[in-house]
């Protein structure tokens, strides 16, 4: 399938891959129909979604059963009055419903809203009236249609409740008896052009309220370079991207890209993560590809990996965050493969990644994807040059690249402030070497300046990653009247050095920064906490760790 849109489909170099990278987009694409449609006539029993859970239950759908099974949910939601432009939400944690949806939302013209389970009613309420959203679909259960329940009196623009059960509450549809009553589904004479709105995210945000990111119907295409070249994906692949539907990474790696590429798309839905549980699915069922944020790795390498036949694991893939150079490293020590970092955001598809041909560098993010025209540059709008730190932004002075995003939606002032004069400013700082690989500093807004120099928090937390103490940490400035911010360490010690916090180990830490990065670098300050405070998509706040330790 991936042949029908790149002119050459595998790349042996760097080199190769920047010149010879065309990818076609045809006119009014539509992945629902253009790819997974496709596949169904192609190779109707071809697997393409492998979906497991804690309770051992294991559905496998072919692409002739998605087809099939889309049409039938595109037939009742148009029963319920979803057309071309309508916005559904979608709250489905990992059930297989999901990619039902996806599918038939495609097929309609409408603008699918993945949103993750643990929005309460004011985020609920937020997002209905921000995006005018007229359906959501839910799974159904109590903590989930309790909090959506109550939004509903403050969210005039919601005219139906659907659940996929297994609850099907007072007042909301039922999915599955939907499904079964079904009038054949037609396709309508019109459903999309290629610039119309497809998908659209609101962006967890570590200050105020979220942005909403919209994504045209070519969007998936952005993400064949993610599946084929960077996952390292073939017709054999059974891949798992550890992520909740409700964020972007789903929609990364275990749709769009990984279904061009042919590959089998494997999903465990489980309630809590526990990594033994992952490593046991992963033996189980033999995958082969593997992508997760770095917080995953970290808890892996913590197991006891001899106890699992990781034997059919061939490829692994890591973002979400910077990688610490000593997760990488024990890792492949642990299993002998190699962690390829990447980077991108919601508004991105992956932008800058260490592909196959690579030598990684342990931390380095790699080099950029030659769909983007990646630059850094500085405060004066200079690109910098190597060893200087720069923001990370995209050109689009020749036109917007595929997989960039189409805008704030609702919002043209934001959208001015992060992209114009022909440049899309990501707000992340970064330093690229000698040999153009680029490595993370952090957020804009998180470089530490203390007594003229200007330090990355990724590079602390790198270093205090190396000791053995350090389970999770995060680096952020507070203020000095001398220095006018120093450098503070947030840290989850392991369990074997929780009984040891004290002002020993602050100084053994303070010492090991030092040992291992510029003693400049190294933690005035270091406060030890059972966990770090994360965003509903799992990132660090560390504005809110700043907050705290400014009103403390």
Not at 41 to 68: I, S
Not at 176 to 183: E, K, M, S, V, Y
Not at 306 to 313: E, G, H, N
Request: glycine share 6%; net charge negative.
């Amino acid at each position: 399938m991936v042949e029908k849109f790149l002119t050459q489909t595998s790349f042996t170099s760097q080199e190769d891959f920047t010149q010879h990278l065309h990818i076609r987009v045809p006119d009014n694409f539509n992945f629902a129909y253009d790819v997974v449609d496709a596949w169904a006539a192609e190779a109707p029993d071809k697997l393409a979604l492998l979906w497991t859970n804690d309770r051992e239950e294991c559905r496998r759908f072919t692409f002739q059963e998605l087809k099939e099974l889309s049409d039938a949910t595109a037939s009742y939601f148009q029963s319920l009055g979803i057309g071309h432009g309508d916005m559904v939400m979608l709250i489905l944690k990992r059930r297989y419903e999901f990619w039902l949806c996806m599918l038939a939302l495609h097929k309609l013209g409408a603008t699918a809203i993945p949103a993750t389970h643990l929005l309460t009613k004011k985020d609920i309420v937020y997002r209905c009236n921000a995006a005018d959203i007229k359906v959501i679909v839910c799974a159904g259960e109590t903590v989930i249609t309790d909090h959506i329940t109550s939004a509903l009196p403050a969210s005039p623009s919601v005219e139906k409740l659907v659940s996929v059960g297994p609850e099907v509450p007072q007042g909301y549809d039922d999915f599955h008896q939907g499904l079964t009553q079904a009038t054949p589904f037609v396709r309508p004479a019109h459903v999309n052009r290629n610039d119309d709105l497809s998908l659209m995210y609101f962006t967890s945000g570590t200050t105020g309220e979220p942005k909403m990111v919209a994504h045209d119907f070519t969007y998936p295409l952005g993400h064949i370079t993610t599946a084929s070249v960077w996952h390292n994906l073939h017709e054999q692949s059974l891949h798992l991207t550890i992520a909740d539907t409700g964020w972007g990474k789903a929609v990364w790696g275990k749709l769009y890209g990984q279904w061009i590429a042919g590959a089998t798309i494997f999903v465990y839905d489980h309630e809590k993560f526990t990594p033994a549980a992952i490593l046991h699915k992963i033996a189980q069922y033999r995958v082969t590809s593997l992508c997760a944020p770095p917080t995953i790795f970290r808890f892996l390498i913590h197991e006891d990996l001899t106890r699992f036949d990781l034997s059919s694991l061939e490829y692994c893939t890591i973002a979400g965050e910077a990688l610490n150079p000593a997760v990488f490293e024990s890792f492949k020590k642990l299993t002998g493969i190699r962690l390829m970092e990447g980077f991108g955001q919601t508004e991105t598809t992956l932008t800058i990644a260490t592909m196959p041909w690579m030598q990684p560098k342990p931390g380095s993010m790699g080099l950029p994807n030659p769909q983007y025209d990646v630059d850094l540059i500085d405060a004066t709008g200079r690109s910098v040059e190597a060893g200087e730190q720069g923001e990370i932004v995209i050109r689009t002075d020749k036109g917007k690249p595929l997989g960039l995003f189409k805008e704030y939606y609702r919002d043209p002032e934001r959208t001015r402030q992060a992209w114009h004069d022909g440049i899309y400013y990501t707000g992340d700082v970064a330093w690229k070497d000698e040999d153009g690989y680029y490595w993370f500093v952090g957020r804009a807004d998180d470089v530490i300046k203390s007594s003229g120099y200007r330090i990355g928090p990724f590079e602390v937390e790198s270093a205090l990653m190396t000791h053995p103490a350090v389970v999770e940490c995060a680096i952020t400035g507070v203020p000095d009247e001398l220095r006018g911010q120093v450098v503070k360490a947030t840290i989850v010690l392991s369990k074997e050095y929780k009984e040891r916090a004290g002002e020993a180990l602050v100084k053994e830490l303070q010492d090991h920064v030092k040992r291992v990065t510029a003693p400049y670098k190294y933690p005035r300050v270091i406060e030890f906490v059972d966990e770090l405070p994360k965003t509903i998509s799992g990132k660090i706040r560390r504005a809110q760790i700043r907050a705290t330790s400014q009103n403390a």
